[in-house]
């Protein structure tokens, strides 16, 4: 642990509400595209496994991030809670982005992540597919940013 682990709460162990809340708050962060400031809720050690990438680390995980949002233009993502126990948590999630020739993409995945005594996400494992759609398939209209609280979630999108 470094100085730069500072604790996020909610904290470990869980309830469902601030398991809630963890899911969230990682939305929220992960959709201002911020490398920087979605790095600060892993541990400074954090491993990561996204698709086939491993990565150890803060500043592997903004590298990682920067080189996502240069790809994936107008990210916009939802997430919801799948399960969680303890200090660990399971979400589900989809967002939709399009390349730099305007094909949209709408990548669903699952991540399954834990936690350490401070909050901070110290393992992340995440699985993610790929779907290309239409422009008129789109359905996260929402303004670059925080997904307004009255936009549906996955489940009320039947995703």
Known sequence: MNSNDEARPPLPPFTHE????????????????????VSMAYS???????????????????????QKWQRELDYRLIKELWAFRENRIAVRFAYESHDEHGNWFRSYGNENWEFDERGLMRIRFASINDMPIKDSDRKYFWPLGRRPDDHPTLSELGF
């Open 44 to 66: 400074s050690d954090s491993r990561w496994r996204n698709r086939t990438d491993f990565l150890q680390g803060r500043e592997a995980i903004v590298a990682f991030l920067k």
């Open 18 to 37: 601030t398991a809630t809340q963890k899911v969230r708050g990682a939305e929220d962060a992960w959709n201002t595209r911020d490398a920087v400031r």
